[in-house]
């Protein structure tokens, strides 16, 4: 079966082929984790704006650790399928997004150009929550660092850093990461370079949305089924899909608000109601979900607690939601059935992976809140319990594995185990609330059993 590349383009399907032509892209956009996240969401967008406006916006993508996905990509000039899936079907289309994929440390001569290229005007990050505590010269934030650096004392060409990743306050996350890390280089202009920065380097906030599950086999054989080339990177994605984005640019940028973007001057209480709500009940299927023998979301919601979790999370949090933001009921309801696609195979360890970071950003600060308030949070509880129950198996990828093993090998009893957890996600306030230790305690037998009880 011929390879996807620009050649095989012009036997496809027309409605499967990119909405632009390739060839005639300019590299303005440096992206760096080329997951199928990114692929399936801010390439889709970018594409979808050159579309629109005729404007040549591509995106060089960088990929942080493993050259894998980079050199699929080259081989196949930086082309892949993404299939929408609904309970009615799949539909395939080529994306024509990318015009280039790079290695962090391997192509460091690449990168570095393209940082200091004042044709990039935009550089955006999927490198999920744990991407943001690494910053030696080798991540993500140590290569920004160096090359925003680089590019403030060679003009200071302006240009917006845009975290799209699951994190509140993601943009000043950001900000303060790249400023530490120059910082630490400790160089004689330093001060400088800083002040530059201010000037002409932005970190705005967003919120993205689109469930996109890790690529099976299944999507290799279907794209190959309907398109009759062989994809190595298709990603698959639910039909639903947003992004909003603090209206704080240095430079021109995609107008992807002609692709249904919202562009707004605080996305905070977007931001809050998607990682609360969304991310917050999907944090909660996953270890419940795992524990009751379920493999993913879809099947999860088939179970009669599944939509119960759901609706009940929201209605908890929903408290916590500052205004502004979308209604929670109506937000719940869209949930419901975006969590539903059955042909959505959205596994829940995917979900669980990195869980002692996500439930910081997720529930912690939520549950916070309504304890200060008195309120009761039984699904946080019960939530609590769910991830407390999966640390203590094995296989599910966390930068906390070790201490998280450790809180089980050296506790002594269910109480002193769930203190010393929350001790580890740094939630030490909340492990000193003996009525919440104490709740939660409450629900591991049952879970032990296979049991979810919302
Ligand atoms: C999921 C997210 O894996 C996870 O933690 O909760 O990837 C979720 O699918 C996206 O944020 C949806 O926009």
């Known amino acids: 079966m011929p390879r996807l590349n620009r050649a095989t383009l012009g036997a496809l399907p027309p409605a499967a082929r990119p909405r632009v032509d390739p060839a005639e ?12 996240f990114h692929r399936a969401h801010q390439a889709v967008y970018t594409e979808n704006a050159a579309a629109r406006s005729g404007e040549p916006w591509g995106i060089a993508a960088v990929a942080p650790r493993t050259a894998s996905t980079a050199d699929a990509l080259r081989a196949q000039d930086c082309l892949y399928t993404l299939t929408e899936r609904s309970p009615g079907g799949g539909i395939p289309r ?18 570095d150009a393209l940082l200091a290229d004042p044709d990039v005007t935009v550089v955006t990050l999927t490198i999920t929550e744990k991407g943001y505590l690494a910053t030696g010269p080798d991540t993500v934030i140590g290569c920004l660092a160096t090359g925003l650096t680089a590019r403030m004392r060679s003009g200071a060409a302006p240009v917006s850093v845009v975290s799209c990743d699951n994190m509140a306050g993601n943009g000043a996350v950001l900000r303060t990461a790249v400023h530490d890390a120059v910082r630490a280089t400790g160089g004689a202009d330093t001060e400088r370079v800083l002040e530059l920065l201010d000037r002409h380097v932005t ?14 086999a299944a999507d290799l054989a279907d794209t190959a089924t309907a398109l009759g080339v062989h994809d ?10 947003q992004w909003v984005l603090e209206d704080r640019f240095a430079a021109p940028r ?14 905070a209480p977007y ?17 419940l979900g795992i524990a009751a023998g379920l493999g993913t979301v879809a099947e999860a919601m088939a179970e009669d607690w599944g939509e119960r979790l759901v609706r009940a999370l929201c209605a908890e949090v929903a408290p916590t939601l500052p205004d502004g933001g979308p209604d929670p009921g109506r937000y719940a309801d869209d949930l419901v059935a975006r969590f539903r696609n059955p042909a959505m195979h959205h596994r829940l ?10 439930i910081t950003e997720r529930w912690l600060p939520a549950l916070r809140l309504l304890r200060e308030r008195g309120a009761p949070a039984p699904v946080l509880e019960l939530a609590l319990a769910g991830w407390v129950h999966l640390t203590r198996g094995p296989g599910i990828p966390d930068p906390a594995r070790d201490a998280l093993t450790a809180c089980w090998r050296d506790a002594a009893g269910d109480e002193a185990v769930v203190r010393a957890l929350l001790t580890t996600v740094g939630a030490c306030d909340l492990a000193d609330d003996s009525a919440l230790v104490t709740a939660v305690v409450r629900h591991l037998p049952a879970l032990r059993a296979g049991l979810v009880d919302v």
């Open 349 to 358: 360890r995917q979900i669980a992976s990195d869980a002692s970071l996500k």
């Open 203 to 216: 970190f705005p906030a967003t919120v993205v949305d689109r469930i996109v599950p890790a690529t099976t």
């Open 25 to 36: 892209l300019r590299t303005r956009v440096v992206h760096f984790g080329i997951g199928a």
């Open 94 to 111: 080529v994306v024509g997004a990318l015009t280039g994929a790079h290695v962090l440390g391997r192509d460091a001569a690449d990168v």
């Open 254 to 267: 995609p107008p992807w608000e002609a692709d249904g973007a919202l562009v707004v001057p605080d996305v």
């Open 271 to 287: 931001q809050l109601t998607k990682l609360r709500l969304l991310n917050g009940s999907h944090s909660a299927l996953a270890p």
């Open 232 to 241: 190595a990177l298709p990603v698959s994605g639910e039909p639903y899909r």
